[in-house]
């Protein structure tokens, strides 16, 4: 069984940050992909961030829309998986979900989040201008 939860989240200003955590809970962390994923209101859920799990080095992938600002990390120690959000925008306002997907990690994998097979509940961020 897969349990990933998430937290972090907040309201902040415009070009403040924010630090999101998801600890993973599962049989292996390991050799797998995690994603942090947002949606905001009457949109679609859009993937951000991917990395692979474990390993000495990170393997990472960004959306477009966050790369320079936003940075994947993790503590395979914790089994935790972070975002820093860095220089928010009012367009980064949403829910942030974390998920997994069993196997390899790849850019084309945050295209579609029917790739991942467990999701967190999401943690809400809101960036005032």
């Known amino acids: 069984q897969v349990h990933l939860v998430e937290s972090g989240g907040g309201s902040v200003q415009a070009g403040g940050s924010l630090r999101l955590s998801c600890v993973v809970s599962?049989?292996?962390?390991?050799?797998?992909?995690i994603g942090w994923f947002r949606q905001a209101p009457g949109k679609e859920r859009e993937g951000v961030a991917l990395?692979?799990?474990?390993?000495?080095?990170?393997?990472?992938f960004y959306a477009d829309s966050v790369k320079g600002r936003f940075t994947i990390s993790q503590d395979n120690g914790k089994n935790t998986v972070y975002l820093l959000l860095n220089s928010l925008k009012p367009e980064d306002t949403g829910m942030y979900y974390c998920?997994?997907?069993?196997?390899?990690?790849?850019?084309?994998?945050?295209?579609?989040?029917?790739?991942?097979?467990?999701w967190g509940q999401g943690t809400q961020v809101t960036v005032s201008s």
């Open positions: 990395i692979r799990t474990g390993g000495d080095d990170d393997i990472t």
């Open positions: 998920a997994r997907r069993g196997g390899g990690c790849s850019s084309t994998f945050m295209m579609d989040k029917a790739y991942f097979g467990y």
């Open positions: 599962s049989y292996s962390y390991s050799g797998h992909c």
